[in-house]
């Protein structure tokens, strides 16, 4: 292409600091480096976690946000010969270098040479490609897809079939994958059994469909916000509680229903009291919970008894995919229409608009609102 091996000038939503909305900026994206690989953003979700990082962080500022986008190759770095300019990708927020002690073993999708497995304050590595007004911005979860341009490495990027729709692949970047995913690999949820997600955004809406392809024979959804349980419905949901209709806790609800409690439970929501409803409204015996939410703000507790009465209480990543190799078989399965996603968009915008999605998100009104970027 023309703009490779130059610098692109390009718009991105910058967050010079945190608690404060996105400013729309021109930016500078200078071109790969070795082993990196430039991208022309096509859509983007807004995703919980970036939220976090502009509400709850206290350091990684100026930054780019985003981290749940698809697009195009616009040129490659020196060493790079999986990517060619043309092919459409996934950026992913957690590496895969096939190297590492990690990566060469099956029981994990953590890499050493990911944010995601020694996470630090700022949530994106020290070096950055972008600058603004003469000063480097960083790149948020090594994504940083709320611009028109990105750079990668090759460790972080996955090559995804030539029929993909980039605006809805673009949600198993981070929030279908990992509800979908912890249900199936984390939870290993089996035929017949009986299952509780525990909040309905679209981590817990992805973890509902993923309890429904392992053959749950009941899912029940968990939510105080009554509208989104017809939404749930569609993904697969038999049963609906908002703890906030009964005055005894969650848990007790769900043992009374299920004569005794839950085969597995799903925590996706990162709110550590609920973490610990979840793991004691499983079954004694053999009661598998999952905590999905993501969030280091706070410790959790739970009684040891819960787990010594053969309760198992775990965590999960980005649905513990090495997604490098995995997002681009689920790519796949979104087009033989085994993965829902449009049910997942509620609104779309363009990147002007990003400050209207983030109140959106923040109000539960949404379930994903898509950015196209070209738009």
């Not at 930016?27 to 859509?43: G, S, T, Y």
């Not at 460790?155 to 981070?174: G, N, P, S």
């Not at 787990?307 to 689920?330: C, E, F, H, N």
């Amino acid at each position: 292409m023309a703009t490779a091996g130059k610098v692109i000038k390009c718009k991105a939503a910058v967050a010079w600091e945190p608690n404060k909305p996105l400013v729309i900026e021109e930016i500078e994206v200078a071109p790969p480096q070795k082993d990196e690989i430039r991208v022309k953003v096509v859509a983007t979700g807004l995703c919980h976690t970036d939220l976090y990082h502009l509400f709850e962080g206290k350091e990684g500022f100026p930054t780019v946000l985003g981290h749940e986008g698809a697009g195009v190759v616009e040129s490659v770095g020196p060493g790079v010969t999986e990517f060619k300019p043309g092919d459409k990708v996934i950026p992913l927020c957690a590496s895969q270098c096939n190297e590492c002690r990690f990566c060469k073993s099956s029981k994990t999708n953590l890499c050493e040479k990911s944010w995601s497995t020694n996470p630090c304050p700022t949530m994106a590595g020290p070096v950055t490609r972008f600058s603004c007004h003469g000063q480097p911005v960083l790149q948020f979860a090594c994504t940083s897809t709320f611009s028109e341009y990105t750079v990668m490495n090759k460790i972080d990027l996955a090559k995804i079939h030539d029929d993909a729709q980039l605006d809805r692949v673009c949600l198993l970047a981070c929030g279908v994958s990992t509800g979908y995913g912890a249900a199936i690999n984390s939870a290993k949820v089996q035929p017949g059994s009986v299952c509780a997600v525990f909040g309905l955004g679209a981590v817990g809406l992805a973890a509902v469909m993923g309890c429904k392809s392992a053959g749950a024979s009941r899912i029940i959804a968990v939510d105080i916000n009554e509208e989104k349980f017809e939404k749930a419905k569609i993904f697969g949901a038999t049963d609906f509680v908002n703890p906030k209709a009964h005055k005894k806790p969650i848990s007790d609800v769900l043992i009374e229903m299920t004569d005794g409690g839950v085969d597995y439970s799903l925590e996706c929501v990162g709110n550590v009291e609920l973490m610990r409803s979840a793991l004691e409204s499983c079954v004694k015996g053999w009661g598998v919970s999952v905590i999905v939410g993501y969030t280091d703000l706070h410790d959790f507790a739970a009684r040891p008894i819960q787990l010594i009465a053969g309760r198992t209480w775990t965590g999960s990543l980005l649905g513990g995919y090495k997604m490098k190799d995995d997002v681009p078989k689920l790519v796949l399965d979104h087009i033989a229409g085994r993965i829902k996603l449009d049910e997942f968009v509620t609104h779309t915008m363009n990147l002007e608009q990003i400050n209207d999605a983030i109140e959106l998100m923040k109000s539960g009104k949404c379930i994903r609102t898509i950015i196209n970027m070209s738009k």
